[in-house]
Nanobody, 126 residues
């Protein structure tokens, strides 16, 4: 069992930056593919970014690819999401997720991630 705990959310103004962190329990973190998702009120949870086991490959949603950056520190069992030039439409609860398969078969769809955190709220005012 893996526990994921997100932190770093908050209320910011448009154009500001935030860095989210997701700390994982357990010793197998370096074998997991990790993803960030977000869910706005009344909308489905959507993909934001992902990173493979070693951190050498990253994936982004088109809406964030020039503003957000995902990274990981396997020594600290932590994955990060650096969010720059935030927009009001980035307002959502942000979740991290872990894929036990480590993206061996490519980037998995949302419903195939094995573990999820409880989420952290990001609110961007205009």
């Amino acid at each position: 069992q893996v526990q994921l705990v997100e932190s770093g959310g908050g209320l910011v103004q448009a154009g500001d930056s935030l860095r989210l962190s997701c700390a994982a329990s357990g010793r197998a973190f370096s074998s997991y593919g990790m993803g960030w998702f977000r869910q706005a009120p009344g909308k489905e949870r959507q993909f934001v970014a992902a990173i493979n086991r070693a951190g050498g490959r990253t994936y982004y949603a088109d809406s964030v690819k020039d503003r957000f950056s995902i990274s990981r520190d396997n020594a600290k069992n932590t994955v990060y999401l650096q969010m720059n030039r935030l927009k009001p439409e980035d307002t959502a609860v942000y979740y991290c997720a872990a894929d036990q398969g480590g993206f061996r078969s490519g980037l998995p769809p949302r419903d195939e991630y094995d573990y999820w955190g409880q989420g952290t709220q990001v609110t961007v005012s205009s």
